[in-house]
């Protein structure tokens, strides 16, 4: 006769029922493949991708792919580097780092913490300003466009 065997968890494990990760009591990640993909499609078509066409073509045929490689490398490396830093100093038994300031903070120290934290706002800010003078520009164009028709 066979034997058989439950797959089941049992709910007395207190890893399970609870709501943190186990190794640094941050609340546990809920993602799943469809929300990883919907990230990632939303970090790939931003804005930046709206005006590639044009300036791949403002650059020419040999200018304009070898910048989008230049640009591809560089992307790569950042992702490697922000990779090892999930888990510093080491990657199997150090702490989790959630954030990019955390691993700042880990690796850097609090005076390297406040600078990366000041960049990183400074850029922010040049970011929505230049959103902003983007829409005004374009909201009076299509304004006069529709006074002279």
Not at 61 to 70: Q, T
Request: net charge positive.
């Amino acid at each position: 006769m066979a034997k058989s065997t439950s797959l089941e968890i049992s709910s007395t494990s207190t890893f399970i029922t609870s709501s943190f990760d186990r190794d640094d009591d941050a609340p546990k990640r809920a993602g799943t493949l469809w929300t990883s993909i919907a990230h990632i499609i939303t970090a790939v078509i931003g804005s930046g991708v709206l005006s590639l066409a044009w300036s791949t073509s403002q650059l020419g045929w040999i200018v304009g792919p070898l910048s989008l490689l230049c640009f591809a490398f560089v992307t790569y490396v950042s992702a490697s580097l922000l990779s090892d830093c999930y888990r510093s100093p080491n990657p199997v038994t150090g702490v989790r780092n959630s954030s990019y300031m955390d691993a700042v903070s880990t690796i850097l120290g609090r005076k390297q913490l406040w600078f990366c934290g000041f960049l990183q706002y400074l850029s922010l800010y040049g970011a929505a300003v230049a959103y902003v003078i983007t829409t005004s520009i374009s909201i009076r164009s299509k304004g006069n466009r529709a006074m002279n028709h």
